[in-house]
C-alpha cells in the first residue's frame, strides 16, 4: 500500500508539471507575435534555427551539472529560466530580443530531454515500475496535449495584446516548478564530482557503434521528431490558407485533439513488430503528402491523421529506444538523443524553409516535409529489424552468462 502510495503521489507531480509546463499561451501565436514585430518568414525559421542550436549549446553544461546536483534541483532553474524567455520578448520584442529568448528556453529544452526523462524512468525503476513506463510516457504527453489544447485559447486573447498573452504564461509557466519542488525522489543519488560529460557521450558513442539496434532507433526517434515540427508553423500556416489570426488557435486543438488520442492509446500497440510499426512512419508521410495536394480547410482532415498516426508512433519508437538504453549511462545517452534530436529539427526547419525561399510557400514545404517522411519510414522497415535480431542475440547471451554465474 505504502508502495502505491508513494507511486501516486509521484506520478500526480509528474502530470502537474507537465500539465502547466505545456499550458504555454504563446504557443499558437507567438509566430504571429515575430510576424507583427517585422520578423520575416525566412527570419522565423533562422530564429528556429537558432533556438535549436542553442539547446544543442547547453547539452554538455546541463549532462555535467546532472552528474553533480540533483535532477530535481536542475528543473526547477530550466522551468524558470523558460518562464524568463516570455518575459524577455516582453521587454525586447526584436529579432535579437526573440533569439535571447530561445536561448532561455533552448536551456529548458536540453534539461527536459536529459534530466526530466531520466528521472522520470528512473524513479519509475527505484519503485519497481519499470514496467509501465511506456503506459506513463503516453499518459504525460496525453496531459500536456491536453494542456496545450486550453493554451490555444491564446489566440482568443490576441485583442488583449501580446503582452497579456505572454505574462499569464509566465504565470502558468512558473506554477509548474511548485510540482517539481513536492517530488520527493527515492532514486539514489549518485554524485560524480569527476564526472566528465564529454567523456560520457563517449561511451555513449561507443556502445552505440558496438550495437548499432540502438544506434539506428536513436536515429529514427529524433528523424521521426523532427517531421513534427510543421506544428511550429501551424499559425503561418493557417493564415496562408485563409484563417483569420484569432481563430488560427484552431488548428492547434485539431492537432493537439488528435495527438491527444493518439498518446492515450499508443500502449495499446506495444504489441506491434518493429517493420509494422516503422510502416507508421511512411503513412504520417502520405498524410502530409495529402494535405498539401488538399491544401485547404476540408484538407485539414489529414493533419488530424497525421497527428493521430505521428503521436502513436512516436510513443513506441520512443519507449524501444529507452527500454535497448543501458541504465547505467541513461544521462549521456539522453544527452546524445537531444543532440539528434535537434539537429534534425534544424534540418527540418531549413526544408520548412526552402519551400518558401522557392516560392511555393509552406504548402512546398509541406509536401517536401511528407516525401522525406516516407523515405524515413522504408529505411527503418528495410534495415531496423535486422540489427534487432543481433541485439537479442547478445541480450541472451548476457542473460544467459549471468545466470551461469
Not at 329 to 357: H, P
Not at 371 to 394: C, E, F, H, N, T
Amino acid at each position: 500500500m505504502k508502495k502505491q502510495s508513494s507511486l501516486r503521489s509521484f506520478l500526480f507531480n509528474v502530470y502537474g508539471y507537465s500539465f502547466f509546463n505545456s499550458l504555454v499561451f504563446m504557443y499558437p501565436i507567438y509566430m504571429l507575435f515575430f510576424s507583427k514585430s517585422g520578423v520575416s518568414d525566412v527570419g522565423v525559421s533562422v530564429l528556429l534555427i537558432i533556438w535549436s542550436l542553442c539547446v544543442v549549446a547547453a547539452q554538455i553544461p546541463v549532462l555535467a551539472a546532472s552528474n553533480r546536483i540533483s535532477k530535481k534541483l536542475i528543473m526547477i532553474i530550466a522551468v524558470l529560466l523558460k518562464a524568463a524567455c516570455f518575459g524577455a520578448w516582453i521587454l525586447w520584442p526584436t529579432f535579437w530580443g526573440f533569439a535571447f529568448g530561445f536561448l532561455l528556453w533552448g536551456i529548458h529544452w536540453a534539461a527536459y530531454n536529459v534530466v526530466w526523462e531520466a528521472l522520470v524512468y528512473d524513479e519509475l525503476q527505484a519503485r519497481r515500475y519499470r514496467s509501465i513506463y511506456a503506459k506513463v510516457c503516453g499518459h504525460k504527453t496525453a496531459i500536456e496535449c491536453v494542456a496545450l489544447i486550453l493554451a490555444c485559447t491564446g489566440s482568443l486573447m490576441i485583442p488583449l495584446g501580446y503582452d497579456f498573452v505572454a505574462h499569464v504564461t509566465i504565470a502558468s509557466v512558473a506554477l509548474s516548478a511548485l510540482f517539481l519542488a513536492r517530488m520527493k525522489i527515492r532514486s539514489r543519488l549518485q554524485v560524480k564530482r569527476k564526472a566528465n560529460a564529454v567523456k560520457s557521450l563517449r561511451l555513449a558513442g561507443t556502445v552505440m557503434k558496438r550495437v548499432p539496434y540502438v544506434f539506428y532507433l536513436l536515429v529514427l526517434v529524433t528523424l521521426v521528431y523532427a517531421v513534427s515540427q510543421i506544428d511550429e508553423y501551424l499559425g503561418l500556416i493557417g493564415v496562408e490558407v485563409g484563417v483569420r489570426p484569432e481563430l488560427v488557435g484552431g488548428l492547434f486543438v485539431i492537432s493537439l485533439l488528435c495527438q491527444t488520442f493518439g498518446n492515450s492509446v499508443a500502449d495499446r500497440f506495444e504489441w506491434l513488430p518493429d517493420k509494422k510499426l516503422f510502416a507508421g512512419v511512411v503513412v504520417i508521410g502520405l498524410m502530409l503528402i495529402l494535405l498539401s495536394i488538399f491544401y485547404s480547410v476540408p484538407g485539414l482532415v489529414f493533419l488530424g491523421l497525421f497527428c493521430f498516426v505521428y503521436a502513436i508512433v512516436r510513443v513506441l519508437v520512443y519507449s524501444r529506444f529507452q527500454h535497448a538504453l543501458p541504465p547505467a549511462s541513461r544521462s549521456a545517452f539522453l544527452s546524445a538523443y537531444s543532440f539528434c534530436e535537434q539537429a534534425t529539427c534544424i534540418l527540418s526547419y531549413m526544408v520548412m524553409m526552402a519551400g518558401v525561399m522557392m516560392g511555393g510557400g509552406y504548402r512546398l514545404s509541406i509536401l517536401l516535409t511528407g516525401l522525406i517522411s516516407v523515405l524515413i519510414g522504408l529505411w527503418a522497415m528495410a534495415y531496423i529489424p535486422q540489427k534487432k535480431k543481433l541485439y537479442d542475440r547478445l541480450a541472451s547471451y548476457r542473460l544467459g552468462a549471468s545466470r551461469a554465474l
